[in-house]
């Protein structure tokens, strides 16, 4: 089983519904983190998390929300998603023993269609 | 702000050498990573340098130059496997040991028999 899994894999909706892609992981890691990938733009930081209580906003936070429901778990909400939304989301975490490294442990993504 | 620069593209043929480069801007500067992803799967990570000079990973090496703002990730003996997209990241100012990083639009490495 992967350490850092996601759900849905993919994932089919309209404007205007909400969405939520969830991310579990295994790891015992403190840290968790939401990144978007666009053709082209790389991976962009939309959200992390040191610990339960504390969230903090990224690069590209606009049109998102997330909820930190445990250490091992953390979920990503589009309340009213638009098509620019569409994309590769991905979720990775980090502990601190690697945090000298840049080492982050990534899920295998959830691809997002929005029409 | 943030900023990395990479080529976008790069093809080399099997068995050879390729270096992939990656200069930065930043705020403040932590350490240069690289990740690996194939066809749009998991970024998997390959290496860290957060002083100057040459690091080696098996088949895998990275250079930082920190005077320079400029590293590049050099891969030897290449394999068909070896064909994915690169990223080079740096950790945000205000990452600390969070890993919070900024990554770079990524270099599509295509290796030819």
């Known amino acids: 089983d992967a350490d850092v899994t996601q759900t849905p894999r993919n994932r089919i909706t309209k404007t205007g519904k909400r969405i939520m892609l969830e991310c579990s992981q295994t790891?015992?890691?403190?840290?968790m983190y939401w990144y978007r990938q666009d053709p082209g733009l790389g991976l962009r930081l939309i959200y992390y998390?040191?610990?339960?209580?504390?969230?903090n906003k990224g690069e590209i936070s606009d049109g998102y929300s997330v909820s930190r429901q445990a250490q091992a778990k953390f979920s990503l909400s589009l309340e009213s998603a638009i098509p620019n939304q569409t994309a590769l989301y991905f979720c990775?975490?980090?502990?601190?023993?690697?945090?000298?490294?840049?080492?982050?442990?990534f899920g295998e993504g959830s691809r997002l269609t929005v029409l | 702000g943030q900023s990395l620069e990479q080529p976008s593209e790069v093809t080399a043929v099997e068995g050879a050498i390729v270096q992939i480069n990656c200069t930065y801007q930043?705020?403040?500067?932590?350490?240069l990573s690289w990740y690996q992803q194939h066809d749009g799967g998991a970024p998997t990570f390959l290496s860290y340098n957060g002083l100057d000079g040459l690091e080696e990973t098996g088949r895998f090496s990275s250079f930082l130059s920190r005077s320079d703002s400029y590293g590049y990730l050099l891969l030897q003996e290449l394999q068909m496997k070896d064909s994915a997209s690169y990223f080079c990241a740096v950790r945000d100012r205000g990452g600390g040991a969070t890993n919070k990083l900024i990554f770079g639009t990524g270099t599509l490495l295509a290796v030819q028999p």
């Open positions: 990775a975490t980090s502990h601190p023993g690697t945090g000298g490294t840049g080492e982050l442990f």
């Open positions: 930043t705020s403040g500067f932590y350490g």
């Open positions: 998390s040191f610990d339960v209580k504390d969230i």
């Open positions: 790891k015992g890691h403190d840290r």
